[in-house]
Nanobody, 127 residues
Framework: QDQLVESGGGLVQAGGSLRLSCAAS????????MAWFRQGPGKEREFVAT???????YYQNSVKGRFTISRDNAKNTVYLQMNSLKPEDTAVYYC?????????????????????WGQGTQVTVSS
């Protein structure tokens, strides 16, 4: 069964750091785009960061310079290093993977681009 499992969430003070992991099992996603989305209380799910192609990355403006997405294809795992966390980063963070090979015609900032989703991990940033 193909699945994604997130870990690494928790409670942290503003200015702190967390590292999220997303381990894929059942199939490899090394040729596919993978991403992190988040959904805060009362908000819609929003794009955070994506990694595709070789090591190409793209970020939401509000996390640029603070978050770093990376992947280890040997471990079939994608990471999200989050530094300088702010209370507005509080959300459930979801890992996502495209079931197809990377395509330059796909908008990878949209949830509809992804076929596989993890169950989510809670990140809470206290002020």
């Amino acid at each position: 069964q193909d699945q994604l499992v997130e870990s690494g969430g928790g409670l942290v003070q503003a200015g702190g750091s967390l590292r999220l992991s997303c381990a894929a099992s059942g199939r490899t996603f090394s040729s596919s785009a993978m991403a992190w989305f988040r959904q805060g209380p009362g908000k819609e799910r929003e794009f955070v960061a994506t990694i595709y192609g070789g090591r190409e990355t793209y970020y939401q403006n509000s996390v640029k310079g603070r978050f770093t997405i990376s992947r280890d294809n040997a471990k079939n795992t994608v990471y999200l290093q989050m530094n300088s966390l702010k209370p507005e980063d509080t959300a459930v963070y979801y890992c996502a993977a495209d079931g197809d090979r990377f395509s330059a015609r796909t908008d990878y900032t949209q949830p509809s681009a992804y076929d596989y989703w993890g169950q989510g991990t809670q990140v809470t940033v206290s002020s």
